[in-house]
């Protein structure tokens, strides 16, 4: 860390409370402060280069420094820089907006809520789950079932949904009526010799137990991402989703899809309930719905809700819950060029294009001493890292060995996410062909340097 009291550094700890940090540690380590962005690349203050392999949060889809959407940006500031939604107030760009999401969505979607971040849009589909049940006079039904090692957001009721430890303990989490059910990572949650069909059925019929113990009249809906992001990068097993999908028709519980990660081409599809045959209820996008150059979520719903919903707020007189920023016009504007841009750029079949690339590169290291998994799907994959191949065994501490490859990737230029002992790729949606193999030969360089550091410190099975 830079000593000078006046350095970016110096000043960023004194100041500065950061998410998913060991304050501790920051207090010692200090920040790596990003100065600025281009295509795939950001630069720190002393301007070096690094490929920002995880698209800064699993999110900027067009790559960073797009005139377009700052323009977007710039053009509906000047404009009208801030408008409500309350009291039948709009604007053009969110009206325009939600045509466009309606149309390009998964399964029948009929109206759009908007909020700032995948975290409130989660937060929002717990309230409305239980307010939808208690206008059609069901107000037992107001269980939600998630996933272990899910991730769903940070706030009360999202973060109840995620299925991390950490963002559970000593936060008092998870509320009443948030339930888990077991995640469907065949690598290390599967029987021997159980194929990833059986392991599927296996884990529908758990769901089938857990909602008929807790009784179907009380269980509203299961939430789950189609590939799951923060919790590993974990790719649901073969015929996964059409069994879960089966088992929440059978007891009438609504099936929320979480796209914040998987949305807009992550996956080499639009959205990843295109590729599993997903029909939700609902449906949360973030992150790449703006490329995150604006805060922007978005909750979409079908009809059934929304006529369930509507009912009630004309009984009550009004939908009680809202943000001052829902449907932001700078943020719904620079969304709707983003989503122009990934359309006219063809960016869904670039990420097949080049998930080939990455997938197909990441998985020759399967030979390599360190290496127990690589998994993943279009443009973003993970590399778990274990201690001994045979028996799958990690590290102790977990997170060791996976932290140190991702300082080693970060001393060659590149910045994924460790994820435990895994390490994530989630890189922009631009990237080309020659990029793709300069990320892998930096991630590949880390891995050998990895490997001597865990021989030299016997961590390693011979």
């Not at 809520?113 to 717990?126: K, L």
């Not at 809700?305 to 001052?324: C, E, L, R, S, W």
């Not at 097949?352 to 690339?357: N, T, W």
């Amino acid at each position: 860390m830079a000593s000078r009291a006046n350095s970016p550094e110096f000043r960023d700890v004194a100041v500065h409370l950061h998410p998913y940090t060991n304050a501790r540690k920051h207090e010692e380590k200090g920040a790596m402060v990003i100065e600025r962005g281009e295509g795939i690349y950001v630069y720190d203050t002393a301007g070096k280069q690094y490929i920002e392999g995880l698209a800064g949060l699993w999110s900027v889809a067009v790559g960073f420094g797009q005139d377009r959407l700052v323009k977007a940006a710039a053009d509906q500031l000047a404009k009208l820089p801030y408008y409500h939604s309350f009291a039948h107030k709009s604007h053009e760009p969110s009206i325009a907006l939600s045509e466009k999401l309606l149309a390009m969505a998964p399964g029948e979607m009929s109206k759009v809520f908007y909020t700032s971040s995948g975290s409130e849009a989660n937060d929002t589909a717990v309230k409305l789950v239980w307010y939808y049940n208690n206008a059609i006079g069901r107000p037992e039904k107001k269980k939600i079932i998630g996933r272990i090692k899910g991730y769903h957001g940070i706030t009360i009721a999202s973060g109840s949904l995620t299925g991390l430890p950490a963002n559970h303990r000593d936060f008092d989490l998870p509320i009443a009526n948030i339930l888990h059910t077991a995640c469907p990572h065949h690598y290390r949650f599967a029987w021997e010799g159980e194929s990833e069909e059986e392991f599927a059925s296996r884990l529908a019929g758990q769901l089938d137990e857990l909602i008929q113990r807790e009784g179907p009249d009380t269980v509203a809906a299961f939430i789950g991402e189609p590939v799951m992001g923060a919790g590993g990068v974990i790719v649901p097993p073969a015929t996964y989703w059409d069994k879960i999908q089966k088992v929440c028709r059978k007891h009438d519980v609504l099936i929320i899809a979480d796209e914040v990660i998987n949305g807009f081409g992550r996956t080499g599809r639009m959205f990843g309930s295109d590729l599993y045959g997903i029909e939700p209820d609902m449906v949360v996008m973030s992150k790449a719905l703006t490329s995150s150059y604006l805060p922007l979520s978005a909750l979409l719903m079908n009809d059934k809700i929304y006529q369930g919903v509507a009912d009630n707020t004309a009984k009550i007189g009004t939908f009680g819950h809202g943000f001052t920023a829902s449907g932001h016009p700078a943020a719904t504007a620079v969304a709707l060029e983003n989503i122009k841009l990934i359309e006219e750029l063809d960016l869904v079949a670039n990420a097949a294009k080049q998930g080939e690339i990455l997938q197909g590169r990441l998985r020759k290291l399967l030979d390599h001493p360190l290496v127990g998994e690589v998994r993943g799907v279009g443009m973003i994959a993970a590399v778990e890292l274990v201690s001994d191949k045979k028996t799958k065994a990690g590290f102790d501490p977990v997170g060791s060995v996976g932290q140190y490859c991702f300082d080693r990737c970060q001393e060659h230029g590149l910045i994924l996410r460790n994820l435990g002992d895994a390490l994530a790729f989630c890189p922009p949606l631009i990237i080309d062909e020659a990029q793709m193999n300069e990320l892998l030969d930096r991630f590949e360089k880390a891995l050998a340097e990895t490997l001597d550091w865990a021989n030299s410190k016997g961590m390693a099975a011979e």
